[in-house]
């Protein structure tokens, strides 16, 4: 939807990129895109769908070894029982947004004695972001989000929004630095088969968008799409070594009791435990 | 005075409501619906003076479609219906309330599964198996209580009602001749009788 800027139109942007209410004349908002490129700058947040749940793996950027935590964290939020969201960008400008969302999450529940679903939830943090790029001559929100949530109608989903107010739904995808890096990771492994001993094939690809009639797509689980998403931050994080210290990932499934949804955010060592089997996996694969 | 039942039964409910639209000594109207459909498969049956009965029950019933319209299609649940009704009669309640006395019946798709709701004009909320509303109930609740049972079939839910409408033209003052019943089931809101036809002008 949001192409780079050409060079050519650099010059002309100058005039018309100071405020949000101005259209330049090829028809482009140009504080929304410059909105949209501060989030090129974030943390990297990967977000899955998976057959019973949904995992969401973000970078975490320590800015200083003094930083004393103040929030169990800086990426993760929890919205209602049943939806959460994952932040690249601004986080003060964030937090305003995530008060949106839980507000109209608890009203919505105040009003039908039931549980939003999950778009309409999106749909009105866009709403809300979407106002802010036509009215008012203030500046738009510089956050772009993940957010995963469950409901009776649709089951699990994914969606991202950025400043623009735009959102859609995803199976996977990527926001933040490097997303574009990730995003191409996902489009080969997301519904791909794991790879066996005995494939001496060349290994299938499935399309995630291209051809979804010609190939059923594989959903993984949880615990493979978890290794799937250290992968893709491994890449995105400037191909370091992945540490679980640098790497949040969350999951959300349905409760074991059945009422309701459960949020985690895996401990240092479950953590641990991801990261050892992709660099196993990875090792091994390098031996075949 | 109105006159308003709900019978739920296995893959259903029942709602049936006198047709009289009366004040003082006159009687205006003999063939009032007062079943009104508030989605494909509910409706509510409401009895309070004329204006807010109309009123309200529109006002609900457009709220509701406006939700449809809104969510690409998707429907309000029959629990989500009668708790948005709550809390519209409970906000206007300390303003100007809504006096209406009504009876929620709906089928749930998603479920399987019918629900009836009892609210009356202080947004009270109750979901219940049957009720009436008005001076039927006391005439008639006591005959639900003993024909009432779990599993009942669409006919013997009607024959409940029945039976409570034959109680109340042998025993209550007020002469209410025409009643409409209607019935909610997978396949929506149809009418399965009336006394006389709301279409007639």
Known sequence: FFSPTPLLSLTMARRYDASTTTFSPEGRLHQVEYAIEAINNAGTCVGILASDGIVMASEKRVTSGLLAPSKTSEKT???CDHAACTVAGLTADANILIDQARLRAGRYTYQYQEAIPVEQLVEHVCNYKQAYTQYGGLRPFGVAFLFAGYDSHHGFQLYQSDPSGNYSGWKATVIGANNQAGKSLLKTEYGAKPKSDDDDDAPEEMETEEDPAEEEIRVPDVTEALRL??????????GTVPSPEKMELFTMTLAEDGEGCAHHILTEEESKKVVDDVEAEAASAGDA | MDTVFGV?????????ADQGNARSILMYQRNLDKVVPLSSHSAVGV????ADLVNFSEYIQK??????LSNDGMKLSTHAQANFMRGELAAALRRGPY???VLLGGYDESTESSSLYFLDYLASLQKVNYGCQGYASSFCLSIMDRDWKEGLTEDEAVAIVEHCMQELHTRFLIAQPNFIIKVIDKDGVKTSKFGADPADT
């Open chain 2, 8 to 16: 739920k039964y296995d893959g259903g409910v029942v709602i049936a």
């Open chain 2, 47 to 50: 009895s309070g003076p004329n």
């Open chain 2, 99 to 101: 006096q209406v006395n």
């Open chain 1, 229 to 238: 998403a250290v992968k893709v931050l491994s890449k995105t994080m400037d």
């Open chain 2, 63 to 68: 709220n509701i479609a406006l939700y449809e």
């Open chain 1, 77 to 79: 939020y929890k919205l």
